[in-house]
């Protein structure tokens, strides 16, 4: 593609945001329903910061590893799960730390008044509540200054998952996961050689127009729950992974148990390519979309299932057997720049062994700590 159509695309969506801003600028409404008003009271606090942050592991791919200047929530991509039951009312703040102005929107909320937090500028901070009445997970991310900027800070790392369970949901061993693309001024290409310098690269608007990312993160790192590919040749993907399973240790890969019921959180927030998901040697019950009180307008064995960018999807899933399962983003120019987690079926799993930043507070145990508040 060549610039003058880039520039074209970038004053285009130029055009957009500043019409949009306006509209999305301020946070006028804050009329709540308040027969809506069934569940618990929570709060939470996210903070917006800019930050060089490694998205790549030191391999044959990228020799070296790669450090990005990211845009964070609460100091890692992606920002962190947050869990509420169905009902609740959700009382968010937003506190930038950062250097430039940041905003939320929250795919759980509907109507400006729930869904955005608006413009908060360096030193800033703001309180808004939304209530979680839809079941089921969905995407929050920066909206940048009003719209304007928005690609950038979701590109740059600005984004993460709420998990709403449904009134009827089961209990199952739950997991967040996230995907997204990095696109990086700085990195050569795949096997390029060492192109680790001690500069951060940062967000490539050409590459991002031409929709070539050149990382697909899993929870915030290319191939960070993959430890090597190859069966008869081996190609170590995540070295320190490696080592760690070879010295028998499993903390940082998933872990089930034969048969349990899991449930999948899985979060897209692009920005721009779909994500194919597919679990090897496994099925799973697509829970995507909602219905009141329970998941699942669609619920049925599938061996695939789209997840479009701004997007999540709940899957449940069950490993019959003892041995490595694989989650992938079936798009194979996905899985090579770093969209899989390998997944142990083991019996010595257990039920809160999940990789850091991946666990997600249960229905029962949110329920539990509400009961706890109240008296
Ligand atoms: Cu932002």
């Known amino acids: ?55 790549a592991p030191d391999n044959a791919l990228h020799p070296g590893g790669l450090m990005y200047n990211a845009m964070v929530f609460n100091g890692t991509i992606p920002g962190p799960v947050i869990a509420v039951n169905q009902g609740d009312t959700l009382e968010i703040t937003l506190r930038n730390d950062g250097e430039v102005i940041h905003s939320l929107d929250f795919h759980a909320g509907i109507g400006p008044s729930n869904a955005l937090s608006g413009n908060v500028g360096p030193g800033e901070e703001k309180t808004w509540t939304l209530q979680a009445n839809t079941a089921g997970a969905f995407l929050y991310h920066c909206g940048a200054d009003g719209l304007l900027g928005v690609w950038e800070h979701i590109a740059n790392g600005m984004y993460g998952g709420i998990v709403v369970h449904a009134q009827k949901e089961k209990p199952a061993k739950e997991f967040y996961v996230v995907f997204g693309e990095i696109y990086n001024g700085e990195d050569a290409g795949l096997f390029a050689g060492d192109n680790s310098t001690d500069t951060a690269g940062s967000f490539d608007l050409g590459k991002f127009a031409a929709d070539q990312p050149d990382l697909v993160l899993t929870n915030g790192m290319a191939h960070k729950y993959v430890p090597a590919i190859g069966a008869s040749t081996q190609l170590p993907l995540n070295p320190e992974l490696l080592a760690e399973m070879n010295a028998g240790n499993l903390t940082n890969f998933f872990k ?89 079926a083991t019996n010595g799993a257990t039920a809160d062994d999940q990789p850091p930043g991946s666990w997600v507070e249960s229905k029962a145990s949110l329920k539990e700590n509400a009961m706890m508040m109240e008296n």
């Open 1 to 55: 593609m060549n610039k003058a159509i880039i520039a074209g695309i970038a004053a285009g969506i130029l055009v957009v945001g500043l019409v949009f801003s306006p509209v999305f600028n301020g946070n006028p409404l804050s009329a709540v329903d308040a027969a809506s008003h069934t569940g618990a009271h929570r709060h939470v606090t996210l903070i917006a910061s800019e930050q060089a942050v490694q998205v």
């Open 256 to 344: 089930v148990k034969p048969g349990e019921l899991t449930r999948w959180y899985l979060v897209n927030p692009g920005p721009n390519g779909y994500v194919a998901f597919h679990f090897i040697s496994g099925m799973m019950d697509v829970r995507d979309g909602s219905v009141r009180g329970n998941y699942g307008n669609v619920d049925r064995q599938d061996e695939t299932w789209t997840i479009p960018p701004g997007s999540a999807t709940v899957i449940e899933a069950t490993f019959p057997e003892e041995g490595i399962y694989v989650g992938v983003d079936h798009n194979m120019n996905h899985v090579v720049r770093g969209a899989a987690f390998a997944v142990v």
